[in-house]
């Protein structure tokens, strides 16, 4: 059974840097995209970062240079830095798993796994 369990959320100001966290158990495709969306309220969830087993990343464009997006094999978790962070990153964040797809973008793959999200806003 797989579980995905995020952290690290939290509220910080325009500017600042928060890293997220997503505990991975039970994940039998290692070679998929492993990712981070986020939705705000009233607006639709998006792609933030994705990352393969190969170690291939794609970022929206709204956090290229800003978000880092990297897996610890080891601890089996995935990670989200993110820095300069902007009022408009606040959302609820989530880890998905095993995304696949014929798009060329993994951010808009299905992903067959969904964790239960993490606040993340920042203030002025």
């Known amino acids: 059974q797989v579980q995905l369990v995020e952290s690290g959320g939290g509220s910080v100001q325009a500017g600042g840097s928060l890293k997220l966290s997503c505990a991975a158990s039970?994940?039998?495709?290692?070679?998929?995209?492993m990712g981070w969306f986020r939705q705000a309220p009233g607006k639709e969830r998006e792609g933030v970062a994705a990352?393969?087993?190969?170690?291939?990343?794609v970022y929206a464009d709204s956090v290229k240079g800003r978000f880092t997006i990297s897996q610890d094999n080891a601890e089996n978790t995935l990670l989200l830095q993110m820095d300069s962070l902007q009022l408009n990153d606040t959302a609820m964040y989530y880890c998905?798993?095993?995304?696949?797809?014929?798009?060329?973008?993994?951010?808009?793959?299905?992903?067959?796994?969904w964790g239960q999200g993490t606040q993340v806003t920042v203030s002025s």
């Open positions: 039970g994940v039998a495709k290692r070679t998929a995209y």
């Open positions: 990352i393969n087993g190969d170690g291939d990343v």
């Open positions: 998905a798993a095993e995304g696949a797809g014929r798009t060329k973008n993994p951010l808009r793959f299905e992903y067959n796994y």
